[in-house]
């Protein structure tokens, strides 16, 4: 015995509404050839400057300057990163690893510290907390330049002028970081997840370390980033503190160009070395600031 179901007029009207509405959403999100044509063009524009530094670096001066120029590397590269490390007046070597040990030790510190504002803002409860994060938000107003020679004296008066921490310590701290931190622990942490913790038992700092920071990952990624490219590129605090037997990259990079005749082909050379690392470290935790981008553009 055959049963026969009879299916509702309804679900058989809505389903060429249903196709429509797929049609509609596969045209919304396929790609036009012009936004290919776009594509190609923003990636021209943003790749053709580091090809046109790795040109100049492989070629001699007088080749840089000649016309038409030339498109294409030489085979200079080699000859030029080595007479580069092995000028005595830049200090390139130990620049690079200076830049390392500032950028990163600044990154680090900014990362955790802003990380504990940002909870402490965010989830716990405390008297003055929206006059102190008004006030961290102030700090972001004032220009950097202003206080260079207040922090001059300051480092002067601790005894370490003209030594690594000299321009570490003034920046271990970021409003914008205790900001970011706190919106993101607003969204991502739920206050549901911390009362569960404490009612097991756990402090505060281990609600933090076990709790918080895990779901602060996205942010802390996105803010890491742009603290170590930030540090990474600063020029006029570790020019105006550092002896010049202790400089950075970018104050190497500065001596470069500084005498009467300069060597474009060895300037290119240690630019392109200055920016290799943020290349790697942009390919390393790419896919995190993503990640953090879209889930914030989610949350929201």
């Known amino acids: 015995m055959t049963t026969i179901i009879d299916v509702p007029a309804e679900t058989e009207a809505r389903k060429p509404l249903r196709r429509k509405v797929a049609e509609s959403n596969n045209q919304l999100f396929r790609a036009s050839p012009l936004n290919y044509l776009v594509l190609v063009i923003t990636f021209f524009l943003s790749v053709f400057p580091l090809y046109w530094m790795l040109v100049m670096a492989s070629r001699t001066n007088d080749e840089i300057v000649q016309t038409p120029p030339v498109l294409t590397p030489g085979g200079n590269l080699g000859e030029h990163i080595t007479s580069l490390f092995d000028n ?75 030594t690594l921490p000299t321009v570490i310590l003034p920046y271990l701290a970021s409003g914008f970081g205790v900001f970011l931190m706190r919106q993101y622990a607003i969204q991502a942490i739920p206050d549901e997840l911390i009362e569960a913790a404490r009612v097991d038992g756990a402090s505060t700092i281990r609600i933090f370390w076990s709790v918080v920071l895990p779901g602060l990952r996205p942010a802390a990624a996105i803010l890491g980033l742009f603290t ?62 993503i990640s953090g981008i879209m889930d914030g553009a989610v949350k929201s």
């Open 88 to 162: 005595p007046d830049v200090l390139f070597a130990k620049a690079l690893i200076n830049s390392f040990i500032v950028a990163g030790t600044i990154t680090v510190g900014v990362v955790i510290f802003s990380g504990l504002a940002g909870f402490a803002f965010a989830k716990l409860r405390f008297r003055g907390s929206n006059v102190l994060l008004a006030a961290v938000v102030l700090t972001m107003m004032v220009p950097v330049q202003l206080g260079t020679v207040p922090l001059y004296m300051m480092m002067d008066w601790f005894g370490i002028q003209g």
């Open 228 to 289: 170590f490219m930030t540090y990474w590129n600063d020029f006029l605090w570790p020019y105006v503190a550092l002896s010049p037997e202790n400089p950075t990259v970018q104050v190497a990079l500065s001596r470069l160009s500084s005498g009467y005749y300069t060597d474009q082909s060895l300037v290119m050379a240690g630019t392109l070395m200055a920016t290799l690392p943020l290349l790697v470290v942009v390919v390393l935790f790419g896919r995190q600031l």
